[in-house]
């Protein structure tokens, strides 16, 4: 593996170029469920990233975590939207202006993060040509302890850290998605009408021979109906249900 | 093999990285006709085994004793036209199949048919598989969005539901072994089950995890759609469900990755809790009984073990399509959240209490033996009992049918 | 999905106006696995759960009733296997004795047993049908398999007996086509006699199976009340609770000569009426053991040899196929009207007919069960979830052909 950089550079630029392109498909698609589509494929590049970096743990809970969340992002896009053909679910009459806000904001954003990026504190100097060279490997995989963590694709090292270190934000999130779900329950809850009486729908008494003109009376459980019900109930009971 | 060809190619004088796009292509090619053949016969199987239940033939025209049966019916689907109805989504309709046969198959990648026939040894197997097969889903739902049809659309839907209910005690319960094994390679998985040489005592089934494996085949089951849990193409409501609109190709793309993920869940079963490749009776016998030590003869051996092993739970799974009724769907999530992932929190639990007081070896793996199982089994499933006790008195009885009485209410009201 | 927009009381706090989703109307037949033929239910689906149903019928309407008027009796008499082909039978003992109660004519004593044996034959090949299907309907395919395994062997008799697996035509007016082939009572009573080892096979891999009784138990609940306002008739109704069943109340054929018991259900629900018609099955059982001790003049071997020896009390009227001998082709009952109600498989099926001394009806009127017991169907659904429709339709036993007729 060790004369594949180029092969890994190719890999970056492909996955890199999948997840922007994804991701800005995601943004600007018209229908929901090719927007799902999209992400799928944002997030199946991001995790060819992270094996690139050597975490195929997190890699693997990436396709796991999103692979699921993204049948749900499906399901609501089929929900929400309801028949084809597909319409932008927020609606035609968007007024123009809105844009500005989240636009600014998303610029400014931008702009942080491509100062802190350049600011000369991170060590960014491998941008060498077009191909990225990885930040001193040698001295990444030197490390103590390093090369145990790479074997194990990780999970010994993160499970650790996330049970001690970062105990705290770990939680919290557990929690975040307990409160998340217990949302949806109470949201998606049906309301049914208040139990009137328990009990079985019987026959009813006033129904006489009358009922049935000339030709035929119904007996209402008396001898040998009766025992055939009975029968019955014995049997349920055995059954271990009732 | 692996290195032969391998200095075949450098021979050949081609650079590594294409050298190394042969090698994944070469192998891939390898494994994924294992799961085809595989695939071709459990659907003759299938129907044997239908027909015996239900005193038939089967299959038995095309060649001797119906063997050829699969490759016919593969000739006439090759040869289907190819149907598509107004107001398909064209793209999506044609991707489903893809994105549905595609992780199937790459999961055999991950499985360790032998010790040698094994495309990855990814040191987080485990874990990628069931995200691969978490992904089929969405093929799944993009064939009943894009079908233009209703009942496909309600197919998809099921089936979203489904996956995403009991991939969680699938997931919970290959935890338990993952807990044991102390990894989540599934070689070294197998190698911990073989590891004190008792056979068929040792395995993870029968000396740690039995409810885990009790879980786990249930949740595969509905993980694979197969019946009782095959909602997603109930025939009988849902007329073919998500691949009602599929004819051709297209069809058989799903056909295939159904029984290939029965076969590649069944793979994955017999690794985490019945040995993997080795025999039941410790070891490989060639190597034990014989002295025989010649590789290739081995790897045979160990090829043999697991498929028969496999096919033993691919038989009862066809058995149990054979005689069980159809869940609803509120049963079939009742039945994951109510009962099985519970059930596998309080599992995982005492598989955690095992590992920490009894066997004592913190991360290390636990090293199961004919007798390791009796003491362990007292102190971690005498909690689960009690954990088990607590939940049925405090939520009430699982059992007990609550949504009959709202439903007979609902209709009295009608 | 989501939530629904109508029928939740409001009471959100959070909420001010539940999320909207629409309802999608499933076009469910005319063709469809589980429609049992023809039938196309008109279904709004709120996801699973079923708010509205709708059956149309008619995509089988042969006009059974106006081809009647057009040929004499004994032409349309092959025609009436067709109105319910399941238990044609029970048609042709409609129609044949209207017309003997019109003209009056008499019924020997062994034509009215065999016409009890082959009717309660009739009654567990239907039931054997439905058993198989219904159990499809809920997803378990080899029940199937195994139903008609045993519905082939009494198929088999009916082949011995009049020739026909399905379309039998064996009833004449006061008798029957044909006597008994010689030992086929012998045949019957062997069928009869393993038959309720399969039927316990069938209990033990069905009725004790805990997902076929989460699938039935409590659904489709039918109220006494509900089955009677409906006019539902037959097992369905006596799973309700309701010990009406014609062979008991108003003993036709002979009926009263033999002893049986009729199921009757308590709650309704699709599991009470799997059990009533699964115990229907032993009773017929029982009914056509005593037949078969009972007829006059046992089996044919038997009488024939008793002839063959100048026997005069074998010759008797009670002996005979034929009650009195009549021109079929030609015959024409007097004037007059006449009905019959017969408790078939699934009901009551009525047979009203008025004659004006031709060899034509003036009218027939035939009164299908399954008619009356689809009309309860909708108000059964409302409600529950979509696959309960195929457990509720299934358990209720509609044949189509005798809904359009």
Redesign the interface.
Known sequence: MENLTLLNQISFWLFAIMMIGGALGVVFHKSIVYSALLLLVTFLSIAGLFVLLNAPFIAAAQILVYGVGLTIVLIFGI??T??KPFVDPVGQERPKRYWLIPGVIAFAFMGFLLWSLLSPNYNFTAVNGLFLERVQPSIAETLPGVQAIIADGGVTHIGLLLFSKYLLPFELASVLLLLAMIGAI??????FPEEEAEG?????QD?DGG??EG????????G??????EN??S??ET?G?? | MHDLIYRLLMNLGLPVELIFFIWAGLMFVVISLVGQVAVVFMVLMERKV?AW????KGPNRVGPWGLLQTVADGVKLLFKEDIMIPGQDKFLFTAAPILFFAPTFVIYALLPFTDKLLGLNLPIGLLLIFALSSLSVVGIVLAGWGSNN??S??GG??SAAQAISYEIPLVLSALGVALAAGTLNLKTIIESQNAGQYGIFSWYWLSILPLSFVIFWSSSIAEVNR??F??PE????L?SGYNTEYTGMKFALFFLAEYASLFGMSVLMVILFFGGYYSPFGGLLLQKWFHINDPILLEFEMATWLIIKTYIFIALAMLI???????????LMGFSWKFLIPLSLVNILSIAILKLTWIGTGLKTIQAGPFTFVVPYIVAYGVLAIVLFLILVIFGNIFK?KV??R??L???T? | ????ATN??Q?GV??EKD?D??D?V?NIGPQ???THGVLRLITT?D??IVKNIEPVIGYLHRSKEKMAESRSLYQYQPTIDRVEYLSSFFDHYAFVSTVEAIAELEVPKRVQYIRMITMELNRITSHLLWFGTF????????P???AF?EREKILKLFEDLTGARMMYNYYRFGGVIADMPEGWLDKVRKVVDEFPDRLDEYEA?V???P?????T???G?M???MA?ANGVTGPSLRA?????D?RK??PYCSYDEVDF????????DC??RY?VRF?EMRESLKIIRQAIDKIPGGDTAELNKRRAAGDETANEMDLQIYGKKINLITYKPPKGEGST?VESPRGFLGCYIITDGSPKAYRIKWRGASFSNLSVLA??M?????????AIFGSIDVILPEVDR
Do not use: W
């Open positions: 929900m929400l309801g028949d109470i949201l998606s809850k049906r309301q079985e729908p019987h026959v009813s129904l009922a049935m030709k035929s009376c119904c007996s209402l459980n008396e040998n109906g009766n025992l055939a019900s019955f109930d049997e349920k059954l249900v009732h | 239908l239940i239900t005193q038939r209703k009942y659309l309600i839907m099921r019946s009782p095959d909602l109930a025939e009988s409501e007329v399509r054979g005689t069980l009724p159809r869940l609803k769907p509120d049963q049918r009959i009485s439903i007979q609902q209709q009295r009608v | 999905m989501a939530t629904t939740i009381p009471q959070f909420l999320i989703t629409n999608m499933v469809h696995p589980s689906l996801g699973e159990l499809l309907d809920l997803g378990a395919s080899s199937m398999f195994y395994r891999i009725t004790k199976n997902i076929f009784l989460d699938r138990i409590g659904i609940i109220s006494a009340e009677l309700s609770g309701i010990k009406l014609l109340t108003n018991d009729v199921p009757v259900g308590n709650t309704g599991y009470d059990r115990q109600i108000p059964l409302k409600g529950l979830l979509f696959p309960d429709l195929m």
